[in-house]
Structures are given as structure tokens and as C-alpha cells.
């Protein structure tokens, strides 16, 4: 099947300890996002990656980290994490030549205490 | 910059009856995609309906369709016969065309609760 996986899907952490969510997609997709969502707002997006070891910014890309060393995973790290991170955390991909549609995970609800 | 801006915060239909959902956007691109996307409570985002700018004729799902009024820069939903099901909040985004990153990437809107009744 199909599917975007994120790990884990609920956490609860406090101020300063490193966490990392973990993404991975099995469609052999070039292109893999994040975004967050908080009420209000919708999602923005945090980073993207267009292919291994190709990864930019986003639009609130302060405090978090990505990394593309395999086509399959990209997992966002938060070095530092504060409660201001608290969110609702998405990993999407989609094939680059394709513009149909962005797969979404499942979602993480992050709470930083 | 795109911005994606939904004026309906909540809104409420009866069930079997007709809701549209309201869109704007801004941009100056020429080529574009829209989209709805579904978010129920189990939180995952299901794509409901898309439209490719360059295409007059209005995209046609099921119950779902949209009213793409590209001079005006609206892209309003329109969910017939209504489902208890189609509760959900909904959320329309933007997507230039193009293969570059930024080309690649949604902006949303705020997002519209939909509350489906009997």
C-alpha cells in the first residue's frame, strides 16, 4: 500500500530535550515536505526536500532541522524544542513531475511542556 | 507571496441538503493547481477535489464540485446531498506550477468546520 508513515504519532516532551519525528514514504517520491498545523492558521510549511541530500527552507523553518539521506526518509529534528512548537506536525511527498496531489502522513501531535 | 484566504470559520448544513464553501486567492502566477482538502477528527488529510488553472471547465467529484472563477480568484466547494461523513474541517491550498521548490509547495487557508446535522 501506498502510504506516508510518521513516528510518533503522539508525544509529549518538555523545553530543551532534542526529539526527532521520523517520515518515510514508499513511492520512490522526489519531493517530501513538512508543514504544521495550529488552529487559526492552517499549515505552513517548515522544510522541503527536493531529492537526497537537497533540502531548503520553508516558511517557519526556526528551530527545526531536516535531513535527506535516503530518498525514502525525512525526518525533522528539533534540536532544542520550546512550547511554542507545540502543534500538529505533517509530512506530505509527491512525485515531482506530477502536480495531482501531495500524500499526507498521519499526522504527529506534539506537546512541549 | 500566495495567500489562500477562507472568510468561513464554521459553517452548518442538514443532511441531504446543499453547502458551498468559500475560497479566495491571491497570486500572479498564470499556472496554477487548487485544491480541497478534507481533514476529519482522526486528523488525516484526505484530497477532496482539484482544478488546474489552465482549465476552464470546473472539476466535478462525486458530490463535490467547485465554481473556479479564475479572473476573480475564486475557488469556492459545493458538497450536494450532504453526509453526516462530510464532517470534517476543510481546508483550500495553492500550488504554482513549476518544479522547483517553491513551486512545490501548498499554502492553505485558515480552514472552514463543516458541521454535518440530521
Known amino acids: 500500500e501506498a502510504q506516508v508513515t510518521q513516528n510518533p504519532r503522539y508525544l509529549i516532551t518538555v523545553t530543551g530535550k532534542k526529539l526527532t519525528v521520523t517520515c518515510s514514504q514508499n513511492?520512490?517520491?522526489?519531493?517530501m515536505s513538512w508543514y504544521r498545523q495550529d488552529p487559526g492558521l492552517g499549515l505552513r510549511q517548515i522544510y522541503y526536500?527536493?531529492?537526497?541530500?537537497?533540502?531548503d527552507k520553508g516558511d517557519v523553518p526556526e528551530g527545526y532541522k531536516v535531513s535527506r539521506k535516503e530518498k525514502r526518509n525525512f525526518p525533522l529534528i528539533l534540536e532544542s524544542p520550546s512550547p511554542n512548537q507545540t502543534s500538529l506536525y505533517f509530512c506530505?511527498?509527491?512525485?515531482?513531475?506530477?502536480?495531482?496531489?501531495?500524500?499526507f502522513g498521519p499526522g504527529t501531535r506534539l506537546t512541549v511542556l | 507571496a500566495q495567500t489562500v484566504t477562507q472568510s468561513q470559520p464554521e459553517m452548518s448544513v442538514q443532511e441531504a441538503e446543499t453547502v458551498t464553501l468559500s475560497c479566495t486567492y491571491d497570486t500572479s502566477e498564470n499556472n496554477y493547481y487548487l485544491f480541497w482538502y478534507k481533514q476529519p477528527p482522526s486528523r488525516q488529510m484526505i484530497l477532496v477535489i482539484r482544478?488546474?488553472?489552465?482549465?476552464?471547465q470546473n472539476a466535478t467529484e462525486n458530490r463535490f464540485s467547485v465554481n473556479f472563477q479564475k479572473a476573480a480568484k475564486s475557488f469556492s466547494l459545493k458538497i450536494s446531498d450532504s453526509q453526516l461523513g462530510d464532517t470534517a474541517m476543510y481546508f483550500c491550498a495553492f500550488m504554482k506550477h513549476g518544479n522547483t521548490g517553491t513551486a512545490s509547495k501548498l499554502t492553505f487557508g485558515t480552514g472552514t468546520r463543516l458541521q454535518v446535522t440530521l
Open positions: 526536500s527536493m531529492n537526497v541530500e537537497v533540502t
Open positions: 482544478q488546474e488553472a489552465y482549465k476552464q
Open positions: 506530505a511527498s509527491r512525485r515531482q513531475s506530477s502536480y495531482n496531489e501531495q500524500f
Open positions: 513511492m520512490n517520491h522526489e519531493y
